[in-house]
Structure formats: C-alpha cells, structure tokens
C-alpha cells in the first residue's frame, strides 16, 4: 500500500468515527447494539486431521440485527475497533462464548477456545485481568484459552504486546499469531512475541494445487512452526486436497469450509456433540 492510500483510509476511518459519534451514526449503531446483546459469537470449529476429531474452535462475531439479520465482521469491526466499541465487544463475545459453551467444555478438557484480538488490546495488560474475571469462576480452565493476535495490523508498542502476551501465559492461556505471512510484522513478530501458535492464512492454503510458488511458502511455514517448536493451524481449508497435502506435510490442525463454515451456538454445539462424545 502506498502512503497516500494509507493517509486517505486512516482519514476516512477518523471522519467516518467523529461523524457516526453523534446520535443515529454507526458507532452509535454498533454502541447500542452492543448495549442488547446483538454482538454474537460464532463458532468454527478447528479440527486435528490426522485423527479426524474436534480440538476446539475459533469464535468469530457476527452482529445479529433486530430484524434477524447476520451481519458478518467484515462490515463493522474495523468502525469498532478505530471507535474503541471493540473493547465492551470482545467482551461480551467473551462472557457469551463462556456460557454458551461452558457444559460442554467442562467435560472436555482438552478442547481449546480461540478469541480474536485487535493491536489495540495489546497496549494495556487490562485485557489478562478482564479474561481472569470472566474465566475464573468458570467451568472452562485458563488452559482451555487462546487469544490471537493478528500480524496484519501493526502492533503499536512490540515490548508492551510481549508484556502483555506473557501476562496472558502466565494465567495458562496460550496465544497465535493470526493471517501469518500476510501483514507488516512477519517473522520479526514470530521472534519477539513469543507466541505458541501460528496460523497459516487462506492466502498460502489457497495455493495448494494451483501455484507452485505460493504453496514453496506453504512449506517453509511449515518448517519454520516445526523448528520453532509452534503449533501449526492452516485456515481457510476448502478442499480434501488441501487437507491431503497438509496432512502429508506433517501440519495437524486445520479450519475451514471442507469441515465447518463458524456456525451460532446450537448448530455448534449439536454438530460437535456427534464429532466429540463424552
Ligand atoms: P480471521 O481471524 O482470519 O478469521 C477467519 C475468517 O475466514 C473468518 O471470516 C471465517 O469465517 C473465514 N473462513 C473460515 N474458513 C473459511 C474457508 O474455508 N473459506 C473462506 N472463504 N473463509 C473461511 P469472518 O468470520 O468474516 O471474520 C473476518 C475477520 O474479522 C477475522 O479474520 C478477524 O480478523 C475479524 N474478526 C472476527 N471476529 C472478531 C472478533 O471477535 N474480534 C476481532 N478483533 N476481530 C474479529
Ligand atoms: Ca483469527
Ligand atoms: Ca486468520
Ligand atoms: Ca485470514
């Protein structure tokens, strides 16, 4: 991206914030529903391919409008995140994704739920006591947690997000570096954060079976996880292709359309009760 194109989107995000902040703008949109619960969780499930059975799930927002609507994140988190409604979002995600599934993950230990963050909740330590306070008294453990971090935006203060990335480690919580391979920190980030998870993007899954340049990348990522002692998740996996080739490069964990597109808490939980039995 040039400089200038960067300067005009960073412009429209302010004008389009100061604009919206005024009764019936966007932000106020976003700040109400927020306020009734319209702001839901998906969940997508993450799957070990070489066994073929559940490990846990991602939970991505969609926001559930008065009229039934499903308005996926695409269209309002970056109008949240720039208004700092992301914040109150992430977590009331949170708190529902606790009880939606808190039955369910109590009895299985060894399933992992995955949260999206944004750079901003990696400047202030807040964010690991706001998780202790929603997950303490809970029936999902620390250890059942992961929170990712995505490289596509740039981290505003690298020794301030490893703070706060280690505060989150320190409750038991594991953390990833989200969209690996497609943003402004790229290996810079794998060394200094000290995540223990990396997530290939779609971009490099997409590869597989028809750019023979791009699925090189696909390699070497998966060479750089096994070296640096990472777990691996490939995302975006649409195809048994895809899962064939992964699996036969020794990658575990995959997410994707070919297994599951995020689904609302009762399709979840009724698919994966049949995928995870007691
Ligand atoms: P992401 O974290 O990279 O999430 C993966 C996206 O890929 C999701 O889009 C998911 O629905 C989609 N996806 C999963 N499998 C496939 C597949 O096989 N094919 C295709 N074409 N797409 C697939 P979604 O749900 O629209 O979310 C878009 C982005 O919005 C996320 O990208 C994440 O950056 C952001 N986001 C979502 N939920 C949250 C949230 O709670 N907080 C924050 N801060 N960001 C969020
Ligand atoms: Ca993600
Ligand atoms: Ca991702
Ligand atoms: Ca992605």
Redesign the pocket.
């Known amino acids: 991206a040039n400089l200038s194109g960067l300067l005009f989107a960073a412009l429209t995000v302010a004008g389009a914030v100061l604009l919206s902040r005024r009764s019936g703008g966007p932000v106020r949109e976003i700040h109400d529903g927020i306020r009734r619960g319209e702001f839901i969780p998906?969940y997508?499930p993450v799957i070990d391919i070489v066994t073929g059975r559940l490990t846990g799930c991602?939970?991505?927002?969609r926001w559930r409008k008065r009229d039934g609507s499903i308005v996926?994140?695409?269209r309002f988190?970056s109008l949240a995140?720039a208004s700092g409604e992301?914040f109150p979002?992430?977590l009331a995600?949170m708190e529902a994704a606790r009880d939606d599934l808190a039955a369910f993950y109590c009895d299985r230990p060894h399933l992992k739920l995955g949260?999206?963050?944004?750079a901003g909740h990696f400047d202030d330590v807040t964010i690991a006591d706001e998780v202790e306070a929603i997950f303490s008294g809970s029936s999902i453990r620390m250890g059942q947690l992961m929170f990712?971090v995505?490289e596509?935006q740039p981290l505003h203060d690298i020794r301030r997000a490893r703070q706060v990335i280690a505060r989150l480690q320190d409750l038991g919580a594991r953390v990833a570096l989200?969209?690996v391979g497609t943003g402004h920190g790229g290996l810079s980030y794998l060394l200094k954060l000290g995540v223990d998870v990396m997530k290939m993007?779609?971009m490099f899954v997409d590869a597989i079976g028809t750019d023979r340049y791009s699925v090189a990348i696909v390699d070497s990522l998966v060479k750089l996880a096994e070296d640096m002692n990472l777990d691996l998740i490939a995302?975006?996996?649409?195809t048994i292709e895809q899962v064939e080739y992964l699996r036969a490069k020794g990658v575990r964990l995959a997410?994707?359309?070919?297994f599951a597109?995020?689904l609302p808490a009762s399709s979840f939980l009724a698919l994966v009760e049949a995928m995870a039995p007691l």
Do not use: A, S
């Open positions: 998906y997508q991602e939970v991505l927002v996926p994140p695409g988190i995140e992301i979002m992430t995600l949260f999206n963050l944004f990712e995505t596509r989200d969209d993007d779609k995302e975006g996996v649409e997410q994707g359309y070919v597109p995020p």
